[in-house]
């Protein structure tokens, strides 16, 4: 009775056991690529060797703790060495891993073949967002987190995309394969999707190259990987996958969108419209350090508000926002804001909480100078 | 208790009453100068020992703070920026500060003892050597308290995040760093310098208890890896306070150079964080089974391929930093390779136990839980040694699970095994026998808590070194923090172990463990000050 009790009990424990382990959310996802799959098998593979492999060495362990115990009188025969043994165990995990080798080599080939791709996106990671940029089609973006500060801090209620939620996706076709050329502007960040199986480094000053071929279209949330500094936990990547015909579409419309934007930097701007535009660039891109209320974080992240040197210092001002500061984390915007918007969050800057030099910093000027 | 129950002391001392760190001292310093001057080796492993417990402690508070932030979802309690602290210091403290010193502490008090030597060969270098860890470790403490606050870049330092972009106060974190890495190559030439010239005659390099081996061939991994540490936090401090860049892309530098540097001293290390340990579970085993260890020599000859191996697998590390493929290839295969050696040791374990006549005190109790745990370590291990796979593992929890299962009920388990083996022979008493079952049993559970259910949020995408997570994975961290919360509880009970057992209990002889054949045991227990004042008269086993 008692030996059937504790069968059912190890049964039970079994099936629930390799359900619970095997099930969404404990282990890790198939994934919508073929890669992904190739990957998630290997996993599994190794994952099985191991649970064999330790079967029958603790349980080798388990009996003989059982069976050779000094309380119930058993005397030790000795005996300390055996070299067909020692051979043999050195032989059989040899033969094992080599039996692993061969279809993880072959899986790291197919992932390191970038070549013909029907699409590139530049990706770039930037403390603490990523920016996308559709390589010759004059389409680019940041992709920031979206989740509202009032549920990070408790007060909101979380919604089911916590932390994985941003303005903006990566918006990628299904069937195409897209190269991807990672790199960052600050420190190194890590661009990962569990889902498409890609986790590739962003490292300044090199471009590092995967690939993905999506399968199905949907929502696919990652996050970046490598500690970045201070808001790495709140830099979610998000995919969405499209069907073609509609990814083309998308493309076409952002590219128009684009275009007008860029029109817009001739054009005379009031204070007004300038205003509203920086605080929106000021919130997405600049309030991580200098915070929403421009009271900074210093010594690294001086304050912006009654920051009266840098009230005086119009022109520096600009200068610092487009071209950084050297050996500071503050980095340059010439490439990754365009004029509208380095005018805007100047003007913003110079006009809000209480800084008021009434200065209206035009596109045009912007534009002329970054010609220079 | 009746267990180990030991024979007659085979006694080359007479008993003496007042006990071990006191006895034979009247002609040194009193107080505090006793202290700071001793050239004792088992007073300064008794230093090294406290120094460690207390480092142990200290990173400990930071884990709470981490998993007490990390209990629910949402930021609570700290700051993201507080929060990267924590993890980073928590990382080097029990890294630098608890796990390295305590073998050496242990180094200190059983290698003269297990070889018959009379002290460490160069004494007031030891001394040296302890003393420069507390000012290193005060230094880097008092970061904490500097304008920016601690370093924040994890306990890797990745440049540039640890250069361009780190606070003020990462030149001392340099400074402190240089100071412990001096005390660790100092220490291990020492080691080397008395394992190779104070033996007791007679005692072939092949004789030596396992303990002696694998702190030999620590050493030199210490001698051999220490100074790259050394270059690379020198060029760190180039780049931030001298204008140079190294790491620096903008200036022509090289992000992935650190890396490289970085882990070519850093998987050694791994390395010199667990033989030890290995060498710690092969004395003890063998005693509580009262059996010889089984496949002696290829115990050495596994510990030296995994140290040899130790320098051809730093990479792995690296697998998705945009290595070429002939690297991954490369790094994946040694790496690979690392699990051969490392299964003739485990198997070489199960068999020792294997027709033993098995016994079950505290220090085997840890020791047994160390050979299972650090399996499972090495399953994970083995699993992320599979690049392709590694691209989903890398720099998640499963990650954090795989090495905390190595370092926490691996190294720092046979740690305690070997504090429970010899606090007999240290204090002339068993600890508590009832009280150390019960830090076994609480620990065993509390860190299977904490670590196993990082697996799963690793697998279902949580990085590492997040201040805050996504909603799927709330239940793992609950658990996990849960875990902490009794591992670290856990641990007071150890203290009050030590203590009690320092200050009283039954009396051990100097044979303490019925199965134990090593030199030390031929000493009285306590262990006096000085001992093997003359060289023992030392039989090999037949090989």
Known sequence: MRKRLVLMAAGFAFTGLSQGVLANGWNMPVGVTDVSREIHSLHMIIFWICVVIGIVVFGAMFYSLYRYRHSQGAKATQFHEHTTVEIIWTVIPLLILVGMAVPATATLKTMYDASEADLDVMVTGQQWRWRYDYMGEEVAFTSNLATPRAQIEGSDAKDDSYLLEVDEPLVLPTGRKVRLLLTSDDVIHSWWVPDLAVKQDAVPGFVNENWVRINEPGIYRGQCAELCGRDHGFMPVVVKAVEPEQFDTWLAQRKEAAAQEAMGVDREWSREELMERGEQVYGTICASCHQPDGSGNPPAFPALAGNQALMDDREGHVETVVNGVSGSAMPAFRSTLNPVEIAAVITYERNAWGNETGDVIQPSAIAEQLSD | ?543
């Open chain 2, 1 to 543: 208790m009746a267990s180990h129950l030991p024979p007659k002391p085979i006694a080359q001392y007479e008993e003496t009453a007042s006990g071990g760190l006191a006895a034979g001292a009247q002609h040194a310093p009193r107080g505090l100068m006793r202290w700071l001057l001793t050239t004792n080796h088992k007073e300064i492993g008794t230093l090294y020992l406290i120094f460690s417990l207390t480092m142990f402690f200290i990173g400990g508070i930071f884990a709470m703070v981490i998993r007490a932030e990390l209990f629910q979802p949402g930021l609570q309690l700290v700051q993201p920026e507080f929060f990267n602290q924590m993890t980073t210091m928590h990382g080097l403290i029990m890294v630098f500060g608890a796990v390295m010193p305590a073998f050496v502490g242990l180094a200190n008090w059983m290698v003269p003892l297990q070889i018959g030597a009379p002290d460490m060969a160069l004494p007031r270098l030891n001394n040296f050597s302890f003393w420069l860890l507390p000012v290193a470790f005060l230094m880097l403490l008092s970061t904490l308290v500097m304008p920016g606050g601690a370093p924040n870049f994890g306990w890797t330092f990745y440049a540039p995040l640890s250069t361009t972009y780190a606070p003020p106060s990462t030149t001392f974190f340099i400074f402190s760093l240089h100071l412990a890495g001096i005390s660790s190559i100092l220490g291990a030439i020492n080691i080397i310098a008395t394992i190779l010239n104070l033996r007791a005659p007679g005692m072939r390099l092949m004789d030596m208890p396992l303990f002696v081996w694998t702190w030999l061939i620590t050493a030199f991994l210490l001698i051999a890896v220490m100074p790259v540490l050394a270059g690379v936090i020198t060029m760190m401090l180039l780049d931030i306070n001298f204008g140079t860049s190294f790491f620096n892309a903008a200036g022509g530098g090289d992000p992935v150079l650190f890396q490289h540097l970085f882990w070519f001293f850093g998987h050694p290390e791994v390395y010199i964080m667990i033989l030890p340990a290995f060498g710690i579970v092969s004395v003890i085993i063998p005693t509580f089974a009262r059996k010889r260890l089984f496949g002696y020599a290829s115990m050495v000859y596994a510990t030296a391929s995994i140290a040899i191996l130790s320098f051809l697998v730093w990479a792995h590390h690296m697998f998705v930093v945009g290595l070429p493929l002939v690297a991954e290839l490369f790094f994946m295969y040694s790496t690979m390779l690392i699990a051969v050696p490392t299964g003739v040791k485990v198997f070489n374990w199960i068999t020792t136990l294997f027709r033993g006549s098995i016994s079950f005190e505290p220090p085997m109790l840890f020791a047994l839980a160390f050979v299972v745990l650090f399996t499972i370590g090495g399953f994970s291990g083995l699993m992320l040694a599979i690049s392709p796979a590694d691209f989903q593992y890398h720099d998640t929890y499963f990650v954090v699970a795989h090495f905390h299962y190595v370092l926490v009920p691996g190294a720092v388990f046979a740690i305690m095994a070997g504090v429970y083996y010899w606090l007999p022979k240290w204090t002339g008493h068993y600890p508590h026998l009832r009280l150390s079952q019960w830090h076994f049993w609480l620990s065993v559970i509390g860190v299977n808590l904490t670590f196993f259910p990082m697996h799963f949020a690793g697998l279902a995408g949580m990085p590492r070194r997040i201040p805050d997570y996504a909603l799927q994975f709330a239940d793992f961290n609950m658990v996990t923090s849960l875990g902490a919360f009794l591992f670290g509880a856990s641990q007071l009970l150890f203290v009050w172990v030590v203590i009690k057992c320092v200050r009283g209990g039954e009396k051990a002889p100097a044979r303490a463990w019925e199965g134990a054949e090593d030199l030390e045991w031929s000493v009285p227990s306590p262990a006096p000050l000085h001992t093997f004042e003359t060289p023992p008269d030392f039989q090999p086993q037949q090989h």
